[in-house]
């Protein structure tokens, strides 16, 4: 066993970048544009044994009410209603 995080590494740097594309796209799908969207860097770099949190960011009331309607929209579609 090794000293490393379990979430250094190349693989990781990727699964992690991948993951906010991800988002970002699903976000962009439905006209919402956050433009802080990214990793959390102290987490991302943290030497402690734990995966980084995907930063949200701030948005003005225009973005934060597109991405309320696109859930609500997503949640009638899923019948969570």
Request: net charge negative; charged share 20%.
């Amino acid at each position: 066993m090794t000293d490393t995080p379990a979430h250094t590494g190349p693989d990781h740097a990727r699964d992690a970048d991948a993951c906010v594309e991800s988002l970002r796209a699903a976000l962009t799908a439905h006209g919402v544009l956050l433009p802080s969207l990214g990793l959390d860097l102290p987490t991302y770099a943290s030497s402690y044994r734990v995966p980084p949190l995907v930063a949200l960011g701030n948005c003005n009331l225009a973005t934060a009410r597109r991405l309320t309607e696109a859930l609500e929209q997503s949640a009638v579609a899923d019948g969570d209603r």
